[in-house]
């Protein structure tokens, strides 16, 4: 595709109930990020995926967050039981893993009020 | 624990004015530093610093790396209000791929 997509790009929730965020990389990139971005604050890692493998899920905040890459294309970050603090625009990244380049291209983000 | 920290947090100047923004970092494992700017969505790519390509250049901005102290900057010419954004520094591992680590960002007004 000509970039990254995510859906849908606002999402509220009331506490307690689960969301499932969705994010479409760009076609052949090997690597995809989410990262978690607070309102006036820059983007914190959240979990890496490499094709269908999750390398690194190490900036997950707790065990409610849960991201998966079935296929090694689209991938979901899915939250349980959302609480005030999740609210926040989650961005999802994409990249070519290869020797040249290698910088992340993001997607518009998915904003996440909870109620 | 790595960190990125941007300077100032804020800025506004006059349309044609130049601008440097500040980064410094750090990092254990320091392969890249990335500008981006973000306007009311997506983080767009500017630059990438590496120890091989320690200054680059596009148009109007350019960028430089200082590997010894541990910062770099952004420079903007001749600035428009096209220019008005957030912008964001960010240093990785591995050219780009694994985690980012971003800083707060340089949130920049451009007056007409």
């Known amino acids: 595709g000509a970039g990254v997509s995510q859906s849908p790009r606002y999402k509220v929730a009331k506490r307690g109930q689960d969301v499932a965020l969705r994010c479409d990389p760009i076609?052949?990139?090997?690597?995809l990020f989410w990262y978690q971005q607070a309102l006036g604050q820059g983007p914190e890692f959240l979990t890496y995926?490499?094709?269908?493998?999750?390398?690194?899920k190490s900036g997950l905040p707790s065990d409610r967050f849960f991201a998966e890459r079935p296929e090694g294309s689209v991938s979901t970050l899915k939250i349980q039981r959302t609480q005030q603090e999740d609210s926040a625009v989650y961005l999802c990244a994409s990249s070519f893993t290869g020797r040249r380049g290698g910088e992340q291209y993001f997607g518009p983000g998915t904003r996440l009020t909870v109620t | 624990e790595d960190k990125v920290v941007q300077s100032p947090l804020s800025l506004v100047v006059h349309e044609g004015d130049t601008v440097t923004l500040n980064c410094s970092y750090e990092?254990?494992?320091?392969?890249?530093l990335l500008w981006y700017k973000q306007e009311k969505k997506a983080p767009t790519f500017l630059f990438m610093l590496?120890?091989?390509?320690i200054e680059k250049k596009s148009g109007r901005l350019s960028s430089i790396l200082d590997k010894k102290e541990l910062f770099s900057i952004l420079n903007i010419t001749a600035t428009q209000t096209g220019d008005s954004a957030v912008y964001l520094c960010a240093v990785g591992p591995n050219f780009g791929n694994e985690k980012l680590t971003f800083g707060t960002g340089t949130r920049l007004t451009i007056i007409p």
């Open positions: 995926f490499q094709n269908e493998a999750q390398l690194d």
């Open positions: 076609s052949g990139h090997v690597s």
């Open positions: 990092v254990t494992n320091f392969r890249s």
């Open positions: 590496t120890s091989s390509g």
